[in-house]
């Protein structure tokens, strides 16, 4: 598997999407049964990351948000960190990525910045998964979902105590570039906190059209000096808008493919789509890769 960083800094790099509507689309409802999914179903998880690479996929994300010892214990499924990762790790390999990372997302447990208790109890979650991770054939660990800066500064530390390999950190943001439901937390906060703790990959979630998504990597480039990704998340059809499809022509894949060379110009590197998607737009943005000069 070839080394994901000596691609920083050249080609567009597509992302599978992420999972979430799909298997919600399979019948899971909760995080627990997304859990399940991966444990008993195998095959189904398969099938919708197979559909994801159909178009050229250059880089698979394993579907292991959930991954902390934290949330395995609170979706009440007796599973071991070590053993849940290193099931999808084979399931992936299966597929023959180009690129594999692991995702990780916020362990949810309360933290209280202020506790020295806190923190390390936090920081720990993050930190047996890291551990975990430096034992799987992977390209990196990608860290996504964070809409605290506390809550990712505990993200990196832990992972970065015991982890070299590549790290990608996402976190959501609304279209004015505020950390999701925290006005006073910026993406540019964000982004410098990433490059502080020697993040790899700087990322963003945003729903949003590609225009403002386009203002947004502008702003993460003007203040780190770090390959850029960027999430679209797809927000679910408005029923009052179906005869006014052109409301939401930029949620289109051919509107996706249209932007993303603009986005590409504008500084992203990496590019996935969320929310109510489907493997077309992912096809999309391969396509648009191709024809970036």
């Given at each position: 598997?070839?080394?994901i ?27 627990k049964?997304e ?46 960190t ?8 084979h ?12 995702e ?8 209280d910045?202020?506790?020295?208790a806190?923190?390390?109890?936090n ?11 430096s ?33 990608i ?11 999701l ?55 679910s ?11 939401e ?45």
């Amino acid at each position: 598997m070839p080394d994901i960083h000596l691609r920083f800094g050249k080609e567009a790099l597509i992302c599978t999407a992420d999972l979430t509507e799909g298997y919600r689309r399979h019948g899971a409802q909760t995080e627990k049964d997304e859990i399940l999914t991966n444990l008993l179903e195998p095959d189904t998880v398969e099938q919708m990351l197979r559909l994801e690479m159909l178009g050229g996929t250059h880089v698979l994300i394993a579907p292991s948000r959930a991954c902390t010892p934290a949330r395995l214990r609170a979706s009440g499924i007796a599973v071991d960190t070590r053993d849940y990762l290193t099931g999808l790790v084979h399931l992936c390999q299966g597929l023959t990525p180009q690129h594999l990372l692991l995702e990780v997302g916020p362990c949810g447990l309360p933290l209280d910045p202020s506790s020295r208790a806190s923190l390390l109890e936090n920081k720990q979650e993050y930190t047996q998964v890291a551990r975990v991770c430096s034992d799987l054939a992977i390209d990196g660990i990608f860290l996504s979902g964070f809409t605290s800066l506390d809550d990712l500064r505990c993200a990196l530390m832990g992972v970065r105590a015991v982890y070299d390999g590549v790290i990608i950190a996402s976190v959501v943001v609304d279209d004015k570039g505020s950390l999701l439901g925290r006005p006073c937390e910026s993406l540019e906060d964000a982004c410098l906190l990433m490059a502080e703790y020697e993040a790899h990959v700087a990322a963003c979630v945003c729903a949003c059209p590609p225009s403002a998504a386009e203002k947004l990597i502008t702003r993460a480039r003007s203040c780190i000096d770090l390959p850029l990704m960027l999430e679209l998340h797809i927000p679910s059809p408005d029923p009052s808008l179906l005869r006014h499809q052109r409301a939401e022509a930029h949620l289109s894949p051919d509107a996706l493919m249209d932007a993303l060379p603009r986005l590409y110009k504008a500084g992203a590197q990496f590019f996935r789509v969320g929310g109510d998607c489907r493997s077309a737009h992912t096809g999309a943005l391969c396509a648009g890769a191709l024809v970036i000069p």
